[in-house]
């Protein structure tokens, strides 16, 4: 399994336990991908707390929160809360830092990597792969600290890398971008397929707000990010507080204010009645200090991942590595940008300027210079797979009361709205509501190769579906459902597009999803779109 984000870990974890020998390898330093190394706080339904999640991930939702109540100093009215939520954020009901989910998803492995059936191979990134015939035969990854290069060979591949790294590796055919409105028929497509027309990226970071001056310096790139104004910003500059409402696609002006002394015990986390992003301080917020004893943290921590840092020049699919690296760097540099623009020049609430005690939290993001780990990365390679999920299967426009398609091959379920950021080819959001939905198992395998899986955001969907497919709830339970494909078909001497087409088979596999605590389907009358 190449790619320990999370539907890497979900992966290897439903493989172990159900009896398989899994080597899992991570370019990153830590394991959690968006969740941890990407910074991202958990994107989730509105029902995450009650139902529509795998037991798995419920888990590891309830690990972090026991860390805080064992060893944070909470105050009464937050560790006596069920739902306790960290950093009072409103863009989910869990925030919280991103270091602790690394530890939970480690003890996760713990016992399947003391007992030997989970290898973690650490700093490593795929570079080559052999084939016969339909089959991979072995994958080779290459490491980020100066160690040897090593080749694995395995019964089964799964590919849970943040841009589906082993496709073009592989030969497994696939497709990036925008596809055509004659091929999927969605409404939301363009005339003609657009394959460089891509999400954008974003290198997110973490800050405080403390006394003194704390300001960068200058980035370099800063004198053309100061002035780049792109078109969807009708004239207004990216560095700002302004950018484009998503669901409107009219100019908003967002509030900032650090440590305003908020009711943090008060947040109602709920993007299907708030989408909370109006004051950018609370919305990403990791950790709310007034949770806390007085005093223990300084300052709230607030994560930006904000639109201000959507990069959005350049695609880094299928070009050379020189230029994936420089694309990430000028990322790295708009990222930087923000920030210092914010200390130094950014508009106050008082009519001053700046924010010199923005302090930025390496610690927090387990990194040198202040910024996340790794790019977040919104959009994949996505496999030509046996089922292609489609706006048409998940749009309220099309779909209305009915709700989204329903598959008898359901190997899980998510929601989110169809989510989609400005992109490389121009195009500004495209946010529409979507129906709570279910995910194909076909989605998982591709048409022709017989022992690879996705495992991450490069599954069966189109570049408008992975706008609501592409969420942290979504990813695990697509990689669960692929480990625990991959070693079915190894106890059963069976294949993955076999247990797709034999009923009786996919009917044994769906069973033992159900046993571990997968919901294939959403309950009767408890869901609604938004």
């Known amino acids: ?31 959690g991908g968006q969740l941890t190394s990407q910074a991202v706080p958990p994107d989730e339904h509105p029902w995450v707390e009650e139902f529509g999640i795998t037991a798995r991930y419920r888990a590891l939702r309830d690990g972090i929160r026991d860390v805080y109540r064992r060893r944070y100093p909470l105050i009464d009215g937050a560790r006596d809360r069920a739902d306790l939520n960290p950093g009072a954020g409103w863009v989910s009901k869990l925030c919280h830092e991103p270091r602790i989910a690394v530890g939970v998803l480690e003890q996760m492995l713990a016992p399947h990597r003391s007992a030997g059936r989970i290898a973690l191979l650490e700093r490593r990134r795929p570079i080559a792969a052999t084939t016969d015939g339909n089959r991979v035969t072995s994958v080779t990854l290459t490491s980020e ?11 089964y591949v799964v590919d849970a890398t943040e841009t589906g790294e082993l496709l073009p590796l592989t030969g ?44 960068i310096e200058r ?11 792109p078109s969807a910003w009708q004239g207004h500059p990216l560095l700002s507080w302004t950018a484009p409402n998503p669901r409107t696609l009219e100019t908003d002006t967002r509030a900032f204010s650090p440590n305003p002394g908020d009711d943090a015990l008060g947040v109602d986390a709920d993007q299907s009645k708030n989408a909370g992003d109006q004051n950018l301080w609370f919305f990403r917020r990791i950790a709310a200090r007034d949770l806390f004893a007085p005093g223990f943290y300084e300052s709230d921590i607030s994560l930006v991942n904000w639109p201000s840092i959507d990069y959005f020049l350049d695609h880094v699919l299928d070009v050379p590595r020189e230029t994936e690296l420089e694309r990430y760097e000028d990322a790295r540099q708009l990222s930087l940008s ?28 387990g990194s040198s210079d202040g910024l996340a780990q790794a790019p977040y990365h919104r959009e994949s390679r996505r496999i030509r797979a046996l089922t292609t999920i489609t706006e048409n299967d998940v749009s309220y426009a099309i779909r209305g009361d009915e709700g989204a398609t329903r598959y008898e091959e359901s190997v899980g379920v998510g929601m989110y709205r169809i989510d989609l950021h400005p992109s490389t080819g121009g195009d500004t959001y495209i946010d529409v509501a979507s129906t709570p939905f279910e995910i194909p198992l076909g989605a998982l395998i591709p048409r022709r190769v017989t022992n690879l899986l996705a495992a991450n955001k490069n599954i069966g969907t189109t570049h408008i579906t992975n706008g609501c497919y592409r969420l942290h709830p979504v990813e695990w339970n697509i990689g669960e459902a692929a480990g625990h494909l991959a070693a079915f078909c190894v106890a059963n001497s069976t294949t993955p597009h076999t247990v797709h087409s034999d009923t009786a088979q996919r009917e044994a596999y769906q069973g033992e999803l159900d046993a571990t605590g997968v919901e294939r389907h959403w309950p009767e009358g408890r869901v609604h779109a938004y």
Request: charge should be negative; include cysteine.
């Open 1 to 31: 399994m190449v790619g320990a984000g999370l539907g890497g870990v979900a992966a290897a974890l439903a493989a172990a336990d159900r009896g398989s020998h899994v080597i899992l390898a991570e370019e990153f330093p830590w394991i």
């Open 145 to 155: 600290i100066g160690e040897d290069d090593v080749t694995i060979y395995a019964s």
């Open 172 to 215: 497994t055919e696939y497709v990036t971008g925008f596809e055509s409105r004659a091929e999927t028929g969605e409404p939301s497509a363009p005339e003609i397929a657009q394959p460089d027309n891509v999400q954008a990226l974003s290198v997110c970071f973490a800050v405080e707000h403390v006394e003194g001056d704390h300001t």
């Open 219 to 229: 980035p370099e790139r800063y004198d053309f990010w100061r002035d780049y104004t």
């Open 338 to 365: 923000m920030l210092y623009w914010m200390q130094t020049e950014a508009p106050r609430a008082d009519g001053g300027t700046g924010f010199p005690g923005l302090r930025l939290r390496p610690d927090v993001m």
